[in-house]
């Protein structure tokens, strides 16, 4: 009966004894058929026999300093598409949620939420015959304070002086951005976004300066992670080279950036380091067009810009007659241009390496939308797990040593001829890949900085 109901509000608070979490907000979604927590480093393990799960969680939003380290029974795994299109697979955990003065028992699924209001959200399954909502109100059943919350976590608030790293990039916003900043942050580091436009340096063979807005001098930085947009290479390089000049440790060189952006000579450095690239021509003059094409074996063929990105400035031509034009096209407008073979087989998939201190760390597999070759996430393609062979792993990691970068989105395509490198990211975006893969990939990147300095 309505009457015997908890009557909640879209916002409530709740706590999982069970797993240690004494007091968590909640989103209250009847439009969600699951629930889901907010979960980082999750690591499926064996214990007695039986599947468990263990995972960290920051349960307070917008506090990356208070972490709890949960362990609970792993039920299942699930593939579930997220509010944002992308298609993950979960791991689903068992507990006891508490609400005002009810427990029951909930499923609900492990995904990293930093990109959401909330840390938990509450779907209808887990509200079916005992919530009725009040989309008006919010924490009909009370909310803690502050200092509420500060007792209530008193053992698993985290002190401890770390690095002083600097993000050189250019939209704080972004998703990418934001979850290096917070890795940093929850690992205990001193983290500040520098916007790459706002620098400006002096050159000095005594007293070499980088100053920021105001007039501030950029000093005392133990690490830099340049996140360089491909329109402010140049710039973005250039202080780049001048944080190494000050011997401040940089994650990805100013050298190994501009050479992963120079797409025609990565490719000649990629192939001396015997990475195997699908056939690629190259010409200045609209005149060699009939042999271009020929050169890589006919139509249908793509035609790539050299300075374009995420898939912008690709065309796939697929008659002899659209190569010419296309090719034609761009040379009447004096750009750059690579003609490559079309892998027909590859059916619009591709596979996304991403590749940290000589290691892979995550592979999805990115496939293009109905109608469309290119599989790049920002063009609507999706994002799946996948385990990549020994072989692609090794192309992976040789193709970012060939490039010296130590952070590196590597993109592999399945052929008939095996696997071939398409291109090797000095940015590479993280949400994609960390939404798929659940994995903590801004964290691995501050791992690798804190393992030049030797940081525990």
Known sequence: MPENKIILGSEEWCSFPEIGIPAIKARVDSGAKTSALHAINIAPFVKDDINWVKFDINPIQNNLKTVIHCEALLIDKRIVKSSSGFREQRYVIQTNINIGNETWSIEMTLTNRDSMGFRMLLGRE??????????EQKYLLGQPTTENLKELYVNSFENKVGLRIGLLASNPELYSNKRIMEAGEMRGHQMEF?????????????????????????????????????SITFYGCALTRQ???????????????????????????????????????????????DDLIKMVGGSPLIVKLLEGTQGKGVVLAETKKAAESVINAFKSLNANILVQEFIKEANGKDLRLFVIDGKVVASIQREAVAGEFRANIHLGGTASIIKPTSEEKRIAIKAAKAMDLKVAGVDIIRSTK??????VNSSPGLEGIEGATNKDIAGEMIKAIEKNFKWK
Not at 199 to 226: N, Q, S, V, W
Not at 270 to 278: A, E, F, K, S, T
């Open 194 to 230: 520098l916007n790459i436009k706002e620098c400006y340096m002096k050159l000095d063979a005594d007293t070499p300066e980088i100053h920021y807005r105001g007039g501030r001098i950029l000093d005392k930085f133990d690490a830099i992670i340049p996140r360089i947009r491909p």
């Open 126 to 135: 887990a509200m079916s015959g005992r919530i009725l909502v009040d989309p």
């Open 243 to 289: 944080f190494e000049a000050l011997k401040v440790y940089c994650l990805n060189s100013a050298a190994a950036i501009t050479q992963s952006r120079d797409k025609l000579y990565s490719l000649q450095l990629l192939l001396n380091h015997g990475v195997d690239i699908p056939t690629t021509g190259f010409a200045n003059s609209p005149l060699d067009t």
């Open 418 to 423: 095996g696997p071939l490198l398409l291109e």
